[in-house]
């Protein structure tokens, strides 16, 4: 006769060896990363250079994850939406990579507080919940130096997509670069109202080079700007990654950002338990931010004047917003011997002197 204890020891078991089972299958399976992009991967730009990264994760870490992505995501309730899927098609590491995805992250992180998500360049975080971003304003003022040293008309064109801070520190940062070298160098500014979108983008260039600019600057993530400058025969200036290939002759160099060292560590900290909500800045210092290599046409006195500065920046000892700075009413903002704070950049919302135009409200 089998006892009831023996029937009920050998359930006990079968169920433990289920759970070890089931544990096992668990910590082996991989992890699974989603990404949501503005724009199409391309070849070139801001969401190009974001897939690079992810395609580096799968590079370094093999089948230990499986990554994946949704591109041409609008801002909005667009974004709402393939973000919760993402979350639960059970991805528990999401990178949202758009400054308008902030508040749908935002919402979708309380509904799954189980998953990981972080936010590249927003400002609201949670327990589950961490943002990153790149000092692009770093990368612009070098920018400025090589369009201040290279432009005839002293009138240079930028290409920028919305008004917020992020865009703002931008072009203030270029202007004072570019002013740092040449005192006379205006910047002339054209809106899109969208982050890709090469039509606007090339009207807005060609709208600028009719101005009389003769260096072309962007804050866009097509390369229609780059591409308008070689068919008009002027200087560019790449953004985000470099697009040489779409102007071998106008390109000058190009504000590059590259998040392949920032990804693994992120993921590398979910993996070991260690990941906590937190607010990531990286700039010349931390390789998140580069330049392209010089056009042949860059004198070297120039290219080693931008490489010295940027050394200088990346060492702290060159500070873009360093004072005196005024700003276009000539109003000093930043006194001699100060610099703005992170928190004071991370808010701008006024242009600096030398920028030509008012500020859209």
């Known amino acids: 006769m089998i006892s009831i204890r023996k029937i009920l020891g050998s359930a006990a078991l079968a169920g433990a060896l289920a759970l070890a089972g089931a544990s096992a299958a668990q910590a082996e399976s991989p992890l699974k990363i989603g990404f949501v992009y503005v724009s199409p991967v391309g070849d070139a730009g801001w ?156 009207e807005a260039a060609e709208t600028l080079i009719s101005q009389g600019a003769d260096v072309l600057m962007q804050h866009t993530d097509s390369t229609a700007v780059v591409q308008t400058a070689e068919e008009k025969h002027v200087w560019a200036i790449g953004y985000h990654s470099d697009m040489s290939k779409y102007g071998p002759h106008a390109q000058l160099t190009a504000s590059t950002h590259h998040w392949d060292e920032y990804y693994v560590g992120e993921v590398k900290k979910v993996m070991a338990g260690q990941w906590k909500s937190g607010d990531v800045w990286g700039g010349f210092k931390e390789g998140m931010v580069q330049m392209a290599p010089m056009n042949p046409a860059v004198p070297k006195d120039v290219a080693d004047l931008a490489k010295a500065k940027q050394a200088e920046i990346a060492a702290g000892k060159l500070h873009p917003f360093a004072g005196p700075i005024k700003d276009q009413s000539g109003k000093v903002r930043v006194p001699q011997g100060k610099h703005m704070a992170d928190p004071e950049i991370l808010s701008l919302n006024w242009f600096v002197e030398g920028v030509v135009g008012t500020l859209p409200k």
Not at 47 to 54: E, F, P, V
Not at 108 to 119: D, L, M, N, R
């Open 47 to 202: 969401t190009y250079q974001h897939d690079l990264a992810r395609k580096n994760l799968e590079k370094v870490f093999g089948d230990k994850i499986k990554t994946t992505f949704v591109e041409s995501v609008p801002e909005g309730a667009d974004a709402e939406r393939v973000i919760r899927q993402l979350a639960a098609d059970g991805n528990t590491l999401i990178f949202t990579t758009s400054f308008g995805y902030m508040n749908p992250t935002v919402k979708v992180a309380q509904q799954f507080p189980k998953v990981i998500f972080e936010h590249a360049t927003g400002y609201k975080r949670a327990k589950n919940l961490g943002t990153y971003s790149a000092r692009f304003y770093e990368g612009r003022y070098i920018a400025g130096v090589v369009a201040g040293k290279m432009t005839k008309s002293n009138t240079i064109g930028y290409v920028a997509a919305f008004p917020i801070p992020e865009v703002v520190q931008g072009i203030d940062a270029f202007t004072l670069g570019l002013r740092s070298v040449n005192p006379k160098g205006q910047v002339r500014v054209v809106w899109t109202s969208a982050w890709y979108d090469p039509g606007k983008e090339r």
